[in-house]
């Protein structure tokens, strides 16, 4: 499926690429294309003078040069693993790159299959989710400080839960890598046992030394891809964390930052969503699924008279 382009050939507009699935985990949990019309819509409202264009794909363009044209940034909001969408598309995708276009991956999206795939996401974005190595436990994460770069500009402490995967496998000395989001993650996300995705040795002296988890990052690349950019966020499991204002500014900071737009001193900030607004655009863009009946309270029980 592709919709949502005109004229892939005018250079006066900021032209963002959204490419994954429509979703997978049950309403509310990754919803993959409501997040990413969200992202645009909300873009348009800071950026009104620079003509954004969303273009998207659902798993993957059939025609590549057209819709890539003139691509400002691509935005990876997917399956991920041996179902990521760029798998067999890697040769090709790095073209696009190399052109200088940014790209950021959201939640699932950061994990490809070691091979080509993770190749390019080590040369696109500086890291990604590596089955063996990385861990992809539900945890409170709390972010206390933040790097001086635009794609963390205005952001505050917070603390919030998600399935923020950890332990990235990152470019060697992380050199071009800016962590925008980090935490410390507690003994309980040690808890499982090892797995692809659970845990293994390496993870678990990480976490016992109280090393600091890198779940949002920038990549500056170099020369050979025309200095483009990168952005790598691992939560957004659920859909209602948009409500958070911190979590909404750092995806759209960093989503800006990767299309080369000038991202506010004060960061990003748009209107608050409702919950009301987040379950209208989860069952708009999230096909057939339905958000699940409210349990109905069972009457109380009547009080009996004391004899």
């Known amino acids: 499926m592709l919709t949502g382009y005109a004229d892939p050939f005018s250079d006066d507009k900021t032209v963002i690429c959204f490419v994954g699935h429509q979703t997978s985990h049950g309403f509310g949990k990754h919803e993959y294309m409501a997040g990413c019309h969200l992202i645009e819509q909300w873009l348009k409202e800071e950026y009104p003078d620079a003509n954004i264009e969303g273009r998207y794909a659902v798993p993957w363009p059939e025609d590549e040069s057209t819709f890539f044209a003139d691509a400002d940034a691509v935005v990876f909001f997917c399956t991920g693993g041996q179902r990521h969408v760029v798998n067999g598309h890697v040769p090709e995708f790095d073209k696009i790159m190399r052109t200088g276009a940014g790209l950021a991956c959201l939640h699932y999206g950061v994990e490809v299959p070691i091979g080509p795939s993770a190749k390019g996401m080590l040369s696109w974005m500086g890291g990604y989710f590596e089955a063996n190595w990385s861990v992809n436990p539900h945890w409170d994460a709390s972010f206390a400080s933040f790097a001086d770069h635009p794609a963390a500009n205005g952001l505050k402490p917070f603390t919030i839960n998600d399935e923020w995967y950890f332990h ?140």
């Open 168 to 307: 990235m496998r990152f470019v060697g000395d992380m050199k071009g890598v800016t962590p925008i989001l980090s935490a410390v993650a507690p003994p309980e996300t040690m808890s499982r046992k090892d797995g692809p995705h659970s845990g293994n040795p390496d993870v678990r002296k990480a976490v016992a030394a109280g090393k600091p988890q890198h779940v949002g990052w920038t990549y500056q690349r170099g020369e050979d891809y025309k200095n483009g950019r990168g952005f790598g966020f691992t939560g957004l499991h659920y859909h209602d964390n948009w409500m958070d204002d911190n979590f909404r500014k750092t995806v759209l900071n960093g989503v800006a930052w990767v299309a080369q737009l000038d991202v506010p001193e004060s960061g990003i900030e748009v209107a608050k969503p409702t919950k009301e607004f987040l379950d209208a655009n989860a069952l708009k863009w999230g096909g057939e699924q339905k958000p699940a009946p409210k349990k109905k309270k069972k009457p109380a029980a009547p009080k009996q008279a004391a004899n």
